[in-house]
């Protein structure tokens, strides 16, 4: 059985950077929309925290290994 802070772990090990990567495009792409004028480093690291408390990450962690 995994434990939940290995869940946490994996989710920031194989995301985290994709997640930061994605706004980093975005940001340039839509800044006449003022869409995401106040995108800094700790808004992204809240949005990752957010998915990471609200993603189910034992089906998400078993998917991957499966």
């Known amino acids: 059985m995994i ?3 290995s869940q946490k772990d994996f ?3 194989y995301y ?4 930061i990567q994605f706004f980093n495009e975005l940001k ?8 995401l004028n ?6 992204t690291s809240d949005f990752i925290d957010f998915l ?11 998917r ?3």
Do not use: A
């Open 3 to 5: 434990t939940s802070e």
């Open 11 to 13: 989710f920031l090990s």
């Open 16 to 19: 985290s950077y994709d997640i």
């Open 28 to 35: 340039p792409k839509y800044e006449n929309y003022d869409l």
């Open 38 to 43: 106040k995108c800094d480093k700790n808004s």
């Open 52 to 62: 990471l408390e609200n993603v189910d990450l034992q089906d998400m962690y078993s």
């Open 64 to 66: 991957k290994l499966n």
